[in-house]
């Protein structure tokens, strides 16, 4: 388990955790629905979950801000997580991102947690529930 991190990257993998979960029960209940729709399905597990750190957090303000981007650049640069942009996509090649080597968008609209990040963000739960 990563044992050096910070408070707030603690609070945001646990966060995208949730997401997560949140997110992938809504593709099975989509997938469920609406069987015949294609390109839809599993949209959690390609694109992560949705990132809007403005309704995550309550005193959200440009230092927030400035923490946040910077701990959540410090856990993709760890392997935990891979930032995503479903409007563009990867800068240098358009697509959906699969690993965090790959360029960085500008802005992210969603955040993957990478098989490593989920045990992480697991394991941090399971801590916090003792």
Not at 22 to 27: L, Q, R, S, T
């Amino acid at each position: 388990m990563q044992t050096k991190l910070s408070f707030l990257q603690r609070v945001i993998l646990q966060a995208l955790l949730d997401l997560h979960i949140e997110g992938e029960a809504c593709d099975v209940a989509f997938k469920a629905a609406r069987p015949e729709v294609k390109g839809m399905h599993d949209r959690t597990k390609i694109w992560g979950a949705m990132w809007q750190p403005s309704k995550l957090f309550q005193d959200y303000d440009r230092a927030v801000s400035a923490d946040i981007s910077r701990a959540v650049a410090r856990l993709e640069k760890r392997g935990l997580v891979i930032r995503q942009s479903a409007n563009h996509g990867s800068p240098d090649s358009g697509k959906v991102r699969t690993s965090p080597d790959s360029m960085p968008p500008i802005r992210c609209t969603h955040i993957l947690l990478t098989t490593e990040g989920r045990a992480v963000a697991d394991a941090l739960k399971e801590t916090a529930n003792i």
